[in-house]
Every structure is written in structure tokens, then in C-alpha cells.
Nanobody, 120 residues
Framework: VQLVESGGDLVQPGGSLRLSCAASGSILRIDDMDWYRQPPGKGRELVATITRGGRTNYADSVKGRFTISRDNARSTLYLQMNSLKPEDTAVYYC???????????????WGQGTLVTVSS
């Protein structure tokens, strides 16, 4: 079971970007999915969370600018980021709690990260 992020890029302040995170492997079900980020020289922080049923929660710093969503049929998580600021510069990681099909055990899985740089 693995998560692979994509969509990170260099973008100007005020711009937009959409990140994707695709899950693959022997998956029975994906429960909560999250986006975290780690700014340069700082610790990892929670950005947004979405339950399997679509209930969402956001860090105060991104409310009104970022939107988390998921496509359960495609086992894919998204993060739409608008009105980007230099302080949004970070490596963005997806995280998911996945019920593995062969063992029916719950795994906490992390992606490898994708770099978002907001700069003029």
C-alpha cells in the first residue's frame, strides 16, 4: 500500500495550485485522509482533514483559501490551494488510514511529499 503525491510547483503569490495524492495497493477501504506540510526549518503541521463521508476540517491559517476533497472511487485525495502566500511554502505530505485487504488491518500510510514554493 502506498500514497503518491503530485502537483507541487513554483507559483507566484496570489496564485493557485492543486495537489493530488493517489493510493494504490491491496486496499479494502480508506478512512480519514489528511494533508500535512513542513515549511523549511520547521516541524510538520496538519493542514486539512477529510473523513470518508466527506466531513472536513482546516487549520486556521488556510481556512477560506484551501479546499480538501477526495474521490473514493479513484482512491485519490486532493488539495485545492488558492490565494497562495509565501508562508505556504513547504513540502506537502498526504496521510491516510487504510484498511489493507489481505490482513484487514489498519495502516497509517504517508506519501513521499511534494514541494510547493510560493515566490515572486
Amino acid at each position: 500500500v502506498q500514497l503518491v503525491e503530485s502537483g507541487g510547483d513554483l507559483v507566484q503569490p496570489g496564485g493557485s495550485l492543486r495537489l493530488s495524492c493517489a493510493a494504490s495497493g491491496s486496499i479494502l477501504r480508506i478512512d480519514d485522509m489528511d494533508w500535512y506540510r513542513q515549511p523549511p526549518g520547521k516541524g510538520r503541521e496538519l493542514v486539512a482533514t477529510i473523513t470518508r463521508g466527506g466531513r472536513t476540517n482546516y487549520a486556521d491559517s488556510v481556512k477560506g483559501r484551501f479546499t480538501i476533497s477526495r474521490d473514493n472511487a479513484r482512491s485519490t485525495l486532493y488539495l485545492q490551494m488558492n490565494s497562495l502566500k509565501p508562508e505556504d511554502t513547504a513540502v506537502y505530505y498526504c496521510n491516510a488510514f487504510i484498511v489493507e485487504a489481505t490482513t484487514v488491518g489498519v495502516l497509517e500510510v504517508w506519501g513521499q511529499g511534494t514541494l510547493v514554493t510560493v515566490s515572486s
